[in-house]
């Protein structure tokens, strides 16, 4: 993600603050929440950083979900040649 996407959005300062290690996984999240950007036109909270925290959530879960059906599927393949 670009650097000026933080400014925008108000988080560079939060951003700069963190490990360079952390900065790499900070902007997948931001990446996370602009994927998801659509729903959160519609919802107007109190606190503007809800819906992007649950958009970061969301991506999140769905890439969880992925990964245990993935799981799931090797260790079928496993128990099939046992």
Request: net charge negative.
């Amino acid at each position: 993600m670009m650097q000026s996407s933080h400014s925008e959005s108000g988080w560079d300062a939060f951003r700069r603050a963190l490990r360079p290690t952390d900065q790499e996984v900070f902007d997948r999240l931001v990446e996370y929440a602009q994927l998801h950007t659509d729903p959160s036109t519609v919802h107007k909270p109190l606190f503007v950083e809800t819906p992007i925290l649950l958009s970061i959530l969301l991506e999140q879960q769905l890439q969880i979900d992925d990964l245990e059906e993935r799981l799931d599927h090797f260790e079928d393949d496993l128990n099939g040649q046992g």
